[in-house]
């Protein structure tokens, strides 16, 4: 068997260094012991009230506005040294009314306003530093389909709010909290720096576009111990923002999806950059809760760079995938969605991913695949301790000619569903230098009649 190249060795040591400096480094919010709690009448609205507790505790240097009760509120806007706890037993309701959600236009125009009009939320916050958001208690978006109708979209979702939306602080720190039924995202971190997710528990399955963590251009975070099941991408990594995503420590969670469950893309007008994920266990919900989509997810793992951008320096390890359509999928190509007045930007770069000690069971049947484009091919990936069940394919056994380049064609890994599954069930590359496969196994259940491995063009796989 081929020894691990020499970049892997440093790129191991030079992000568990990364990891180590980010444990001591992100402490969490802290503030003075000041605690109010906001005056508010049981049956009414309470945003003014909550609003008005917030901006006190700000006026005074800092402190904790305090939820007691169940309390219904729109908008609330977060201002700098305040941390917003919900108490145990105590639960923070959305309204249901989409006028108590007014639009906040950022102040720094992106492609998420642009393309995507997401400028409603919940919590919001901008230019803001140390901000906590905190429990035991819980924050229910009550963002089901009567609630806040709309169908899936793959751009803007106008009408159904954020739950969270943070753009542009310093210092954000949510932990210990349990976060329920979104209209549309979760949580939405968008060039923030200094970010620590502890011990959350999202559950996100009430609307279409449902997703969980959404990491966009965000630079010192860590996502610890989170348990996520999200009927979209339960964490994604984007970068709409048009900043880099860097420096990023994300351990111990579990992050089950009907979508993807671990994800970058597909906004990646910016670079991603020294990024480590370990001991996590992905893949599909156990059920879909709401009946909205399915128990499986589209992949365990999708990297997909299509609107410029660079993405090096991953490293994937200690994963455990169950109930994923595609275990791994990897995409270059050439969208590049970008705001009007830019040009498109050129094919992107994908390289140095490390995906490594993977076990699961119970994916498949559609497989692995890795597709770059033919002036574009990725680079330096490493595919290594590798051992997977996958349920065999009952479709038409495909080939490597049967696909086209498939350009425009939206990057999930369901892309070449009207065609059939992956060519290989093992897995499928084309356009990739540099492919290292070391111990690399996928034992198919039931009757499989596709080879294990097919390599397409420009592909150079070393074992």
């Known amino acids: 068997m081929s020894k691990l190249p020499l970049w892997y060795h440093e790129l191991q040591t030079r992000l568990t260094a990364m990891a180590d400096e980010l444990t001591v480094q992100l402490t969490g919010w802290h503030g003075p012991e000041t605690t109010i709690i906001p005056k508010t009448c049981p049956g009414e609205i309470a945003t003014a009230a909550i609003q008005a507790a917030i901006d006190e505790a700000a006026q005074l240097g800092g402190g904790t506005v305090l939820i007691e009760g169940d309390v219904v509120t729109g908008t609330l806007v977060m201002k700098s040294n305040v941390r917003l706890m919900i108490a145990e ?67 803007g979702t106008p009408g159904r709010p954020f739950l969270i939306r943070m753009v542009d602080c310093t210092g954000v720190h949510v932990h210990d909290i349990t976060l329920r039924d979104a209209a549309c995202w979760m949580e939405n971190y968008f060039h923030c720096q200094q970010v620590l997710l502890e011990r959350l528990t999202v559950r996100n399955q009430a609307n279409y576009n449902n997703d969980g963590i959404d990491i966009d251009g965000c630079r010192d975070v860590i996502v610890r111990g989170c348990d996520v099941l999200s009927g979209d991408d339960a964490l994604c990594f984007k970068a709409a923002s048009e900043r880099p995503t860097q420096r990023v420590l994300v351990e111990n969670c579990s992050l089950y999806s009907s979508c993807n469950a671990l994800k970058v893309g597909t906004d990646t007008q910016s670079n991603f950059r020294q990024v480590l994920v370990r001991n996590c266990r992905i893949g599909g919900v156990a ?30 390890t200690g994963i455990d995938i169950q109930r994923a359509w595609s275990p791994i999928f990897m995409r270059l190509e050439d969208r590049g969605r970008v705001r009007e007045e830019l040009p498109k930007p050129p094919v992107g770069t994908l390289r140095r991913v490390v995906i490594e000690h993977v076990t699961g069971c119970d994916n498949g049947p559609r497989g692995s695949y890795i597709l770059a484009v033919p002036e574009k091919p990725m680079e330096d990936i490493i595919l290594h301790d590798v051992h997977i069940g996958q349920n065999a394919s009952s479709k038409p056994v495909t080939t490597d ?36 496969l070391l111990d690399y196994h996928v034992q198919p259940i039931g009757e499989e009649k596709r080879p294990e491995f097919v390599f397409g063009a420009q592909t150079q796989v070393i074992r």
């Open 287 to 316: 059920e879909d809760a709401r009946g909205i989509k399915h128990p499986c997810s589209d992949s365990g793992i999708s990297l997909e760079m299509v609107d410029g951008g660079t993405l090096e320096d991953f490293f994937i």
């Open 401 to 436: 000619e049967d696909f086209d380049d498939m350009r425009g064609i939206y990057p999930d890994a369901h892309m070449i569903d009207d065609i059939g599954d992956a060519p290989a069930y093992g897995l499928w590359a084309r356009h990739v230098k540099g492919l290292h």
């Open 89 to 155: 037993g105590s639960r923070l309701l959305a309204s249901t009314d989409l006028k108590d959600f007014p639009e906040h236009i950022c102040q720094r125009i992106t492609v998420q306003d642009t393309h995507m009009g997401m400028n409603q939320a919940l919590i919001f916050a901008e230019c803001c530093e140390n901000i906590s958001l905190c429990g035991p208690g819980e924050i229910d978006g009550r963002g089901t389909q009567d609630n806040f109708p709309g169908g899936e979209t793959q751009h």
